[in-house]
């Protein structure tokens, strides 16, 4: 039995993750849960799946959520803040640790998993991206595991398993990219964050399905497939394939590409996540390999989508320059959603802020956390100055 912490419970990836578990209570239990400030959603879910604790970020929800709670008459304990959320990420009474969390706020709870030794689930991508080599080294230290929970990580994974010496063996990874909303588009101006968020093939987060749309999340994937599998940037390849019916690929030095296929539903991987190297029913229907048609390839386009080109060369450049692109495009990002930049300036946004931050590589947390608040408020200084001064991209 195994016994989970599942941070970022109310979003799509928690959905997900409930939904796995409900299918397996004979071999998880949930201990805890944590949300930013969705009290209802979080209520509710306690209300099914009784965990032991419920964490709400936001402190000044504490008393509603200790109210919603005690009206619904369920004896879960309700905590609030940073501190609660890395307590219960290590806490003895879990084993696994689902790292849903969107964006850098999760970073501190996942080290603190890692630290603990616990089985991480990591779906929280932009942790990785921020710390880099300290997260991998946390969980080394720790001594527990490091799964991915991304699609296209969990493709990696599987297509290694019985791979060995895979840095001699392996040529490169492929990383699959659906090419978003806008793939074929051309012009960029006018896209209302509606149209951003309308993912052709997954139904996801609205912070990740804007990534998906201007590419940054392969970006940010290439990032995460260099620290959990241990390549550098010029061994892994984004090739888009606008069916999402391949999520990854390994080349061997032999020739031979291991595909892991499947429909695109994120139950697989964390089943896959959950069980391993066991196998359990996820949910997700089968491919049905008469009804697919043709599977189609192309290479992304690194001039309309820069925000790839620039996690390339973030990546090449090292954690600090990582952290800062990762930083720059949460900010970005918001603003667009909140209708305060146009979907045309989010990489502007974040090259600025790529050529005006400079740090050292961060040798500690705190020393990335140092580095995401610099990133962030030259990003918003970068907001105010408007689409003109935008710089055009090198190389790539
Ligand atoms: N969705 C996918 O298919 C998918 C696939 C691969 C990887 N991922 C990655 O998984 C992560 C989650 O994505 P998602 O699509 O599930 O996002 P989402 O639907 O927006 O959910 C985000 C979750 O994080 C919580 N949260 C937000 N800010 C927080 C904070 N400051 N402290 C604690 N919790 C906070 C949210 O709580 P509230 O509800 O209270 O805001 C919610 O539970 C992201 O890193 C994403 O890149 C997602």
Known sequence: MRSITLLGATGSIGASTLDVLARHPDRFSLYAVAAGSSVDALVRLCGRFRPRVAVIADEARLPALRQALATAGLPTTARAGAAALSEIACAAECDTVVAAIVGAAGLVPTIAAARAGKRVLLANKEAV?????????????????????????????????????????????????????????????GITPEQACAHPNWVMGRKISVDSATLMNKGLEVIEASWLFGFAAGRIEVVVHPQSVIHSMVEFVDGSVVAQLGTPDMRTPIAYALSYPERIESGSATLDFTRLGALSFEAPDLRRFRCLALAYEALEGGTA????????????????????????????????????????EPESIDEVLEIDARA????????????SAAPRIAGR
């Not at 290694?160 to 990874?173: F, H, I, M, Q, Y």
């Open 129 to 189: 991206v921020c710390a880099g080599r300290l997260l991998i080294e946390a969980v080394r230290a720790g001594g527990g595991e490091l799964l991915p929970v991304d699609s296209e990580h969990s493709a990696v994974h599987q297509c290694l398993a019985g791979a060995r010496l895979a840095e001699r063996d392996v040529r490169k990874l492929i990383l699959t990219a659906s090419g978003g909303p806008f793939r074929t588009r051309s012009d960029f101006a």
């Open 321 to 360: 320059r990582t952290a800062t692109l990762n930083a720059a495009n949460e900010i970005a990002v918001e603003a667009f959603l909140g209708g305060r930049l146009p979907f045309a300036d989010i990489a502007r946004v974040i090259e600025e802020t790529l050529q005006t931050v400079h740090a050292n």
């Open 376 to 387: 962030r408020r030259t990003a918003a200084q970068s907001l105010q100055r408007g689409r």
